[in-house]
Structure formats: C-alpha cells, structure tokens
C-alpha cells in the first residue's frame, strides 16, 4: 500500500504521510505535518507544520488544520468546518507565540461549516453539528449544537442520537450496533 497524492497537491519536503492515506485536488501538506495511515484529505485542504493527525482521519473539503492542532484516531472533519489557533487575532500583533493547543479525541465528528475556538478539547466520540460553534471544552459522547455550541443530547459510537437526557441518570441502546450507554449525572459511558 501507499500514499496517493494527485498532481496538484502539495507536500512540503519533511511531511510524513502514512501508508494508505490520499491526498486529493489542490491541497497542501507543510513539512513538518505528521499524518497516520489511512487518512483522506479532499480537495483544498491545507495541513500546517505542527499538527499531528492519527489513523483513519477523514477531512473533507476546504478544510485547514493549523499549527497547534492535533487531531486522535478516527476523527471525522466535515466540508469547510474551521479551525482557528489565535483567540484574539490582529493582523498587526504578531502572536505566533500564543497559540492554543486544540485536541480533537478519537471518534469525534466535527460537522460542515462548525467552527472550532483554539484551546479545547473535543471528547471522544462527541459530535458537533454542522454550523455550531464550540469554545469550550466537550464531553466524550456529547451532542453539540448552536451558536455558541450547548450540548443538547449524547451520541453512540456508531453516530446514532441516544434517547437519554443531558444531566441525570439512565441507560440507551444504540439501534445499530447494540451497545448500551449508561449515563450517570452528566458523563456517559459504555456498559462493559
């Protein structure tokens, strides 16, 4: 197995791009990038030099991951969702120094258009919908939404909405792989 890279791509010189990941239309890799196996990045995507992304990371088009970004296994970047790296941006304050490590657990799913504020961490397997906006951090399995991002809802691992209230207690079923999520005040976790 290797790596597809289409004509128009660029990969800077130092990039390392694991086995079996694709690298489509007019995106560009900086040197520095460190990228797992099997991970796809669409067309227009821009990957910067500190950022670290695991195995199987689908990104899909007109994304850019930034430096200070680090993106676990399995995370899913919607089209033209955003990621930023600078809280308070001036075009005449140099800042570069004051980048916020954004974390993007194993799992997650980061919907079209979201926008993500530096500085946070998304849990495992949470989910953010498309056009929400999350500045603060996210719990493993919650399901975020609005402008600013609220939790409104938890998520299986199989990205199927759980029938389980935000805070309390209880038990759902995911319909299509059959695990059970136990929820207990407001953290959920899987039945073992």
């Given amino acids: 197995m290797t790596v597809s890279i289409h004509a128009s791509a660029i990969v800077d010189e130092g990039a390392s791009i694991g086995e079996g990941s694709r690298v489509w239309h007019f995106a560009h890799i900086c040197g520095g990038a460190r990228i797992g196996n099997g991970c796809s990045f669409g067309q227009n995507v821009f990957v910067g030099n500190d950022v670290v992304i695991g195995n ?5 088009n007109n994304v850019s991951i930034y430096d200070a970004v680090r993106l676990e296994d399995d995370v899913f970047c919607g089209p033209s969702m955003v990621f930023t790296n600078v809280y308070n941006p001036r075009a005449a304050v140099l800042r570069k120094n004051e980048y916020r490590t954004t974390t993007v657990k194993k799992g997650a799913t980061l919907g079209a258009n979201c926008t993500i504020v530096c500085g946070v961490t998304i849990g495992e397997h949470a989910f953010v919908a498309a056009g929400a906006v999350v500045n603060r951090d996210v719990k493993p399995y919650a399901l975020i939404a609005g402008v600013p991002g609220k939790q409104i809802g938890w998520m299986s691992e199989h990205g199927e909405r759980l029938p389980l209230p935000v805070e309390g207690s209880g038990k759902a079923v ?13 953290s959920l976790s899987v039945e073992q």
Avoid: A, D, H, M
Wanted: net charge positive; aromatic share 6%.
């Fill in 174 to 186: 995911c319909p299509v792989s059959g695990k059970t999520y136990v929820l207990q005040e407001s």
């Fill in 56 to 60: 199987n990371v689908k990104v899909q």
